[in-house]
């Protein structure tokens, strides 16, 4: 016996109560034959073989679970739709419910002690659940709602900065001068890569500026590096903090899932304010820009896709590679083509080439593009032509229209999945490990 031959799907019942106790304990035989081998690390060649057999057979089930009952298991876990759990707050919240389904509290955090080549892959499990929630018209459209809605952390913050015109978050600043409200990331000694706080840091920031009454334009700049290669120069984002993935500390749930339903997409379409609906917008919005100084590269390029204005140094570039990493680089497949066009897309995100500012494909994802000595002034004077009614008028047609929400949602439903198998994918723990190693 190998531990994993009495992990077969149960025949599904129809009746939730029953299929996941069926599910549970269809769950516990998997954990049981996993706790059965050596860790990770010290697995042979069938060994972890076997492992694999017992996780697939379990995520199989999930799946099928899902399918039949994923609305009934949101609407119990979110009170028929009065509460609002963000993705991470779901999905701990399933593991109560709904043993089996996703992993528990106590088991991420074990798994957050190792590096990720170490780990199981539980959070395969999260985006396994989050795929079919997703995937749900009904629960989608509600959990990518809930993630529009400013979290707590802005609303203690709010009338603070309201006042002030001042918020330090760590590793963000967020400043308003007449009007008009810049956020400096300032993770400098990682040229602004992000890691689980920042992600955070910039939810709160963005949050503040879409609540702030003063605030009717906002920008996002990088701030003046400390990092040896780049010390004293103004750098947009490296991305992904490829140290951080490769020792384990990125979260599932709170970075990956939540910077792209969170304050990405909260950039593009707009803060859902608590409390009663609004009269006429039931979003509020707010016209953005960004300012690229160096390079804006994986997460950064992201970042550039969902703004109004961009501006760029003259020496400057844009790159997802995606490729050379080998995980999904967020919304950057959905969103891209509609800048560069199906080849040009192809291009940058299949085999890695970069866009330079300079170029004529610049022009493509750079509205502006002028010596980095000018960028402030630059910077100024877009914010003054955003700082119009018709603007923030014409910006929320275009937007209902060039991007619906149901199309997003469709595309993060099979986000959540890939992205969470590519996270544990060999090639992909092989080169961040390298990478990381070189960059440390």
Request: proline content about 5%; overall charge negative; hydrophobic content about 45%.
């Amino acid at each position: 016996m190998t531990g994993t031959e009495e992990i077969t799907a149960p025949a599904w019942t129809g009746e939730l109560a029953a299929d996941a106790e069926r599910l549970a304990g269809l769950a516990a035989a998997a954990e049981k034959a996993l706790a059965e081998l050596p860790p990770k690390p010290l697995r042979d060649p069938d060994q972890e073989a076997r492992a694999e057999d017992a996780k697939v057979a379990a995520r199989r089930a999930r799946s099928a679970f899902l399918a039949e009952h994923v609305e009934a298991v949101y609407a119990e876990l979110t009170d028929h739709g009065r509460r609002r759990p963000r993705v991470t707050e779901l999905a701990l919240a399933a593991a109560e419910r709904f043993p089996g389904l996703v992993p528990t509290r106590e088991q991420l955090a074990a798994e957050a002690e190792l590096t990720q080549g170490a780990k199981e892959g539980h959070e395969i499990d999260q985006g396994v659940f989050l795929s079919a929630v997703l995937g749900s018209p009904a629960a989608g459209t509600h959990l990518m709602e809930s993630m529009l809605m400013p979290t707590p952390r802005a609303l203690e913050l709010a009338d603070g900065f309201t006042a002030s015109g001042l918020v330090e978050l760590g590793a963000v600043r967020v400043e308003r001068d007449n009007g008009a409200t810049q956020l400096t990331v300032l993770n400098e000694h990682c040229l602004n890569a992000e890691d689980n706080e920042l992600i955070a840091d910039m939810e709160t920031a963005v949050d503040l500026v879409l609540l702030d009454p003063r605030t009717r334009v906002a920008a996002l700049r990088g701030g003046v590096m400390t990092h040896p290669r780049y010390a004293g120069r103004r750098v947009f984002s490296a991305g992904i903090n490829l140290k951080h993935l490769h020792e384990g500390r990125l979260s599932f749930t709170g970075f990956l899932m939540g910077r792209e339903l969170g304050y990405i997409h909260k950039i593009y379409r707009g803060l859902l304010p608590p409390g009663p609906a609004r009269w006429p917008h039931r979003f509020t919005n707010k016209p953005w820009a960004a300012a690229v100084d160096a390079f804006a590269i994986g997460g950064g390029a992201q970042l550039v896709l969902v703004f109004d204005h961009v501006l760029a140094a003259s020496d400057a570039y844009f790159s997802l590679p995606a490729a050379q990493e080998g995980i999904v680089p967020g919304a950057g497949n959905f969103r891209l083509g509609r800048h560069t066009g199906a080849r040009l897309t192809r291009q940058v995100l299949l085999s890695g080439s970069k866009i330079w500012a300079s170029s004529p494909e610049g022009r493509l994802v750079f509205d502006e593009v002028v010596p980095a000595e000018d960028m402030d002034a630059a910077l100024a004077a877009a914010l003054r032509r955003l700082d119009s009614p018709a603007v923030l008028a014409n910006r929320r047609i275009l937007h209902a229209t060039e991007e619906s929400f149901d199309a997003f949602r469709r595309y993060m439903a099979e986000f959540a999945l890939e992205q969470s198998l590519r996270l544990y994918g060999e090639d992909v723990i092989s080169k961040v490990g390298r990478r990381a190693g070189r960059s440390s």
